[in-house]
Nanobody, 124 residues
């Protein structure tokens, strides 16, 4: 399965962006799909995940209430709607797919497939 992330860009603080992750070469309908981000000089961190069924999404505390993850298994896509963006949201955003359980879903090591990353820059 190959993942392609898109939708990043430059936005002012308070603005919105919508990231998309599209799968090809297979389906990720049975996988947990997550978004992670990595800022320069920092470790990759969990942002949000959505289970295979689309229910019970999980969010990092730093984005809860501002970001919404959703998936469309029929279209093989997962989206991340990001509202009220802050300068500290600036990072490269990666989508990933894997078989995870609740206790490991926030750990990027448990994901098998990764997209190439899309840059989000929020100006203050």
């Amino acid at each position: 399965v190959q993942l392609q992330a898109s939708g990043g860009g430059l936005v002012q603080a308070g603005g919105s962006l919508r990231l998309s992750c599209a799968a090809s070469g297979g389906t990720f309908s049975g996988y947990t799909v997550g978004w992670f981000r990595q800022a320069p000089g920092k470790e990759r961190e969990f942002v949000a995940i959505v289970r295979a069924t689309g229910g019970y999404p999980l969010y990092a505390d730093s984005v809860k209430g501002r970001f919404t993850i959703s998936r469309d298994n029929a279209k093989n896509t997962v989206s991340l709607q990001m509202n009220s963006l802050k300068a500290e949201d600036t990072a490269a955003y990666y989508c990933a797919a894997g078989w995870t359980i609740l206790s490991t879903a926030r750990n990027p090591q448990y994901y098998n497939y990764w997209g190439q990353g899309t840059q989000v820059t929020v100006s203050s």
